[in-house]
């Protein structure tokens, strides 16, 4: 009798059993749960990574700060274009972030979702439009227009004689300004803009300064020969092709709130 007292009094004291998912401890569940947050924040910046480098690669490629990149490239260091160019890219990303990030603070987080889904379509649209006016037509069978603004810009902001003399410091100078002017309101900054108000901004800052630094290291290298072989068509197509599919993806999914 003593020892089934006792017994008893140890299971009472031992109090409710816990459930078997918690394994007897209160903390492990919570170290769980912890783990299974950690891995859906690790697959939202990789989401939010591959949509913003697959979005720049395909908007910035025969892009205007393509070109400037390009022929910058042929006439002067390689090194200092590259710096320069990809140093106001990365800045124009950071900067675009930032302000995708204000975006949710000052409108409810589904609001954003649903107007980073608008901006998707109305871009796949207007550049699949183009692209089929394109081939129509018989045109955009080489590089854009923009090609030759760039060239024309250059000579008159270059003296002749002078450009390959320039210092190091000079030539950076000349393509972070260059690449910075012609980046602001372009369509690439405005996507990041969306895709940062509406996914995760590391992963956005991470992706688009990523493509932003491959696209402008593809240009340093290919020079004109590559800016003068890339098909205005196919790369309009395949980008409105990409805008749409973004604008599927955020339709499927949803708002985070929804």
Do not use: N
């Amino acid at each position: 009798l003593k020892l089934g007292s006792l017994l008893g009094a140890r299971v009472r004291s031992a109090g409710p059993l816990r459930p078997r998912g918690c394994l007897g401890r209160r903390r492990v569940c919570f170290q769980m749960d912890g783990l299974d947050a950690g891995r859906a924040g690790q697959q939202s910046v990789a989401e939010a990574f591959t949509t913003t480098l697959s979005m720049i690669v395909v908007s910035e490629i025969g892009d205007k700060t393509f070109f400037i990149a390009a022929l910058l490239a042929m006439r002067h260091d390689r090194r200092a274009v590259f710096l320069g160019s990809a140093s106001a890219l990365v800045a124009m990303t950071v900067l675009s972030v930032l302000m995708g990030v204000v975006l949710p603070a000052l409108l409810p987080r589904q609001y954003t979702h649903w107007a980073a889904v608008g901006l998707f379509i109305y871009f796949g649209a207007k550049l699949l439009m183009e692209a089929v006016k394109m081939f129509r037509d018989g045109e955009g069978d080489g590089p854009s227009d923009e090609l030759d603004e760039v060239e024309k810009e250059l000579k008159e902001r270059t003296p002749t004689g002078k450009g390959i003399t320039k210092g190091f410091s000079a030539i950076f100078m000349q393509a972070l300004t260059l690449t910075f002017v012609a980046e602001w309101g372009d369509r690439s900054q405005i996507s990041t803009i969306a895709l940062a108000a509406a996914k995760e901004p590391l992963g956005v800052v991470l992706g688009g300064s990523f493509g932003h630094c491959c696209c402008t290291c593809l240009a340093v290298i290919g020079g004109k020969y590559l800016a003068t072989s890339i098909s205005e068509r196919v790369v309009v197509g395949s980008g409105g092709l990409l805008f749409l599919a973004f604008a599927l993806h955020g339709l499927v999914t949803g708002s985070p709130s929804d």
